[in-house]
Each structure stands twice: as C-alpha cells, then as structure tokens.
C-alpha cells in the first residue's frame, strides 16, 4: 500500500459553489445591513424550524454560545448541580462551569457511547437542577428514559445536539425532546454556517428570554433586562447557511455510500466493533466511529500512528475525556471508579474519515489497512 500524496482528514467541509456566494455577498452589500437579525439571518431561522421540523430556532453565531445561553436561559440555581457525560467535546461541560453551575459526570453506555440512564438516578441530589446529555457521534439518547426522570425529579434537560442536524426519531425531530436542544453549525459538522449554531424548544415563552440573552440583554432602545452575551449570528454565516441548506441532503446521501463502504468492508472483522444506529432513527452521518476490541492485534493508538504514517489521519474522539481536563479532574464524579465505561472506550474508539467526497478508492484503502493490521 502506498502513502497517500495528500492528507486525508477525518472531514471536509460543505461549501457552496463560489459564484453563490459572491451572489449572496453581493445583497449583503447592497442591503448594508451586516449583522443583528438581519434579512437572512431571519430567513435562515425560519427555513430551519422547517427543515429541522421544530417549532422554534434561535441562531447563533457558535454551538458553544448557543449552549452556554440555553443553560442560562432556564435560570438554573447557581451551584447546582448538572449531570452531563464525559464522552464529549469540552464545550459541554465548560458551559456548565462557566454559567456558575457544576458538571456531574455519568458514565455512558457501552453500545452507543450516549449517557447510561441506568446511572443517571443514584447521581441525582436534592442540588441537581438539570440534566445535559450529549447525542453523541449523532446516536439518540435514550430520550424517553430521560424525560421520565426528568418529570420524576422535576429537572430541565438540555440536549447536546451538535451531532445530530436533521436526525429523527420515530419520524419526529431530535430537536423536539427535552427544554433545549443545540445544533452546531460548525465547518467540521454536516451542516454547516463556517461558525454558527442554533437552539431549538417548543416552549415559546423561551423566544424572548433567549432573544434577549443573545444580544447583550437588551430587549429595546431603553431597556437592558438580563445579563446578556453576544451570540448574533451574522449576514455572512447566516447566507451560507441559506446556501448549504440546498446542499446537505445531497451531501448526507454520498456519506451514506461511504458508510454503506466502510461496514461492508468491516463488519466481517470481529475484533473491531461497529456501533449500529437505533431503529427508527434517521442517520445524520455526521461520524463514523469503529471500537478497537481487546483481540486486534495492535491498540487503537498503534492504529491511529500506522494510519497517519500513510497520511490518513483518523480521530481518537474522545481522548482525552472531560474528566482527563485538567479544570475538571478534582470532582468527585471524574474518578474512574465512576467512569469505567467512558474510561475504556477513551482508547478504543477511532473516527474515519468521513465526508462526501472521500473517493471511494481511498474508503477501500482505509479498511483494507485497518483488517492488514488486524491481521486479516
Ligand atoms: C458535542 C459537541 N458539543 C459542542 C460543540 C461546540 O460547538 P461549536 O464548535 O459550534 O461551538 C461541539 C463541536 O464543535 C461538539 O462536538
């Protein structure tokens, strides 16, 4: 096997066609109207709550901001608890913290690496006001287990979507579960604004509050009612929001044959693992994690450096996990008595590259490689 000219990243972002954009620029221009809910941003939010089929969105400039607001937005008692997982991106639990409330880490389940709600109960205190679990690699929650609690202990749910733009469940959209979800709009997600990010609820009392948080807390020319942020997504993200809209369907069918690729090309290797999308979920095909078993002959990170020396450079997501950080080590809720699960598949999991225009023959490269060193 030879070394790949170029390296291949774990993704490519979706981009719309040059001359689009300039088209779009163009308006901007002309309508000198560049940011603060502009005509686009105001399209981009309506063509979204279609799209995603959710009664409200609210766009931001990041998911970050997004999330660091919905938590902010349900006024959660300062110092109180929120039960989260490890098994994510920082951002999850820097929004915790940075709100002034704190993270409670719970193990994840072992098949779809989402939060165990099996060990959400005993983590629950009489200071647990919420509960923020992370769709992760776009695998749903175990939504109705979740909600039950939450009614059982009157918490808040806040769902980390960033993951799953346009998944469903049951043909109902994961943006519909729980008080709030966020999507990330990042280059590196499916969809994507360049930066960008959105909320969506079904309680529409939470528009203004939400409205009012993203723009500094002013609510009119005299009036300032909340301790705001600045989270306004501008004319610029919000137009190629407008371009990729067009573009993501399509996107998410050439991903599916890469994905359609890689299982058939690995399902066949039994000591690795592929974790299976729940039925009755629509795929987002945002990542394509394999789990790395105690048989294949080498550790994932052996894999991951083999994989990088022929210039494929795959993803060991999540490693470290939040609780390896070091602002989060000293909670009692980061031991590794607590965690086994997420401490373990911390060096198992492996993302491959995944986007639509991976060709087909490098797809083949990367399993061949994979069941080589396996010994396949
Ligand atoms: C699970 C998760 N949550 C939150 C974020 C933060 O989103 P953003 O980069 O849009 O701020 C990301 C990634 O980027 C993520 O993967």
Same mark, same amino acid.
């Given at each position: 096997?030879?070394?790949?000219?170029?390296?291949? /990243?774990?993704?490519?972002?979706?981009?719309?066609?040059?001359?689009?954009?300039?088209?779009? @620029?163009?308006?901007?221009?002309?309508?000198?109207?560049?940011?603060?809910?502009?005509?686009?941003?105001?399209?981009? $939010? #309506? #063509?979204? $709550?279609?799209?995603?089929?959710?009664?409200?969105?609210? &766009?931001?400039?990041?998911?970050? @901001? !997004?999330?660091?607001? !919905?938590?902010?937005?349900?006024?959660?008692?300062? +110092?109180?608890?929120?039960?989260?997982?490890?098994?994510?991106?920082?951002? =999850?639990?820097?929004?915790?913290?940075?709100?002034?409330?704190?993270?409670?880490?719970?193990?994840?389940?072992?098949?779809?690496?989402?939060?165990?709600?099996?060990?959400?109960?005993?983590?629950?205190?009489?200071?647990?006001?919420?509960?923020?679990?992370?769709?992760?690699?776009?695998?749903?929650?175990?939504? #109705?287990?979740?909600?039950?609690?939450?009614?059982?202990?009157?918490?808040?749910?806040?769902?980390?979507?960033?993951?799953?733009?346009?998944?469903?469940?049951?043909?109902?959209?994961?943006?519909?579960?729980?008080?709030? =979800?966020?999507?990330?709009?990042?280059?590196?997600?499916?969809?994507?604004?360049?930066?960008?990010?959105?909320?969506?609820?079904?309680?529409?009392?939470?528009?203004?509050?939400? %409205?009012?948080?993203?723009?500094? +807390?002013? #609510?009119?020319?005299?009036?300032?009612?909340?301790?705001?942020?600045?989270?306004?997504?501008?004319?610029?993200?919000?137009?190629?929001?407008?371009?990729? &809209?067009?573009?993501?369907?399509?996107?998410?069918?050439? *991903?599916?044959? @890469?994905?359609?690729?890689?299982?058939?090309?690995?399902?066949?290797?039994?000591?690795?693992? @592929?974790?299976?999308?729940?039925?009755?979920?629509?795929?987002?095909?945002? /990542?394509?994690?394999?789990?790395?078993?105690?048989?294949?002959?080498?550790? *994932?990170?052996?894999?991951?450096?083999?994989?990088?020396?022929?210039?494929?450079?795959? *993803?060991?997501?999540?490693?470290?996990?939040?609780?390896? %950080?070091?602002?989060?080590?000293?909670?009692?809720?980061?031991?590794?008595?607590? &965690?086994?699960?997420?401490?373990?598949?911390?060096?198992?999991?492996?993302?491959?590259?995944?986007?639509?225009?991976?060709?087909?023959?490098?797809?083949?490269?990367?399993?061949?490689?994979?069941?080589?060193? +396996?010994?396949?």
């Amino acid at each position: 096997m030879k070394k790949n000219e170029k390296p291949i /990243y774990i993704t490519q972002p979706l981009l719309p066609n040059l001359n689009d954009i300039e088209l779009e @620029i163009k308006e901007i221009f002309e309508s000198k109207w560049i940011t603060n809910q502009g005509i686009k941003h105001d399209l981009l $939010e #309506k #063509k979204l $709550e279609t799209v995603l089929n959710v009664p409200n969105v609210s &766009l931001f400039n990041n998911g970050t @901001i !997004a999330l660091l607001t !919905a938590l902010k937005a349900l006024n959660l008692p300062i +110092g109180s608890e929120v039960i989260t997982t490890p098994f994510t991106f920082p951002a =999850t639990p820097h929004c915790i913290s940075w709100n002034e409330l704190k993270p409670i880490f719970c193990d994840i389940e072992p098949e779809n690496m989402t939060i165990d709600t099996d060990k959400i109960e005993q983590m629950i205190t009489p200071n647990t006001s919420a509960i923020l679990p992370v769709h992760v690699y776009g695998f749903p929650c175990n939504i #109705k287990k979740i909600d039950k609690l939450a009614k059982q202990y009157s918490l808040n749910v806040i769902y980390d979507g960033a993951h799953t733009f346009s998944t469903k469940i049951k043909n109902k959209s994961i943006g519909t579960f729980g008080d709030i =979800t966020m999507f990330s709009f990042h280059a590196t997600k499916l969809y994507n604004t360049f930066e960008g990010g959105c909320l969506t609820y079904n309680t529409n009392g939470l528009k203004e509050k939400i %409205y009012n948080l993203r723009n500094f +807390g002013i #609510k009119n020319e005299e009036e300032v009612v909340d301790i705001g942020i600045n989270g306004k997504m501008n004319e610029f993200q919000a137009s190629i929001g407008l371009l990729n &809209l067009k573009l993501f369907k399509k996107e998410q069918k050439k *991903r599916s044959k @890469i994905k359609k690729l890689y299982i058939d090309q690995l399902k066949d290797i039994n000591n690795i693992r @592929i974790p299976q999308m729940p039925k009755n979920t629509t795929d987002s095909y945002q /990542y394509f994690p394999i789990v790395i078993k105690d048989s294949y002959p080498i550790t *994932r990170d052996e894999l991951y450096e083999k994989l990088k020396k022929y210039n494929i450079y795959t *993803r060991k997501y999540f490693y470290p996990i939040c609780s390896d %950080y070091e602002p989060y080590t000293n909670l009692d809720s980061s031991s590794k008595e607590n &965690l086994p699960v997420a401490n373990d598949l911390k060096n198992r999991v492996l993302c491959l590259p995944y986007y639509g225009n991976l060709e087909f023959e490098i797809a083949y490269q990367i399993c061949n490689m994979i069941k080589k060193f +396996g010994g396949g």
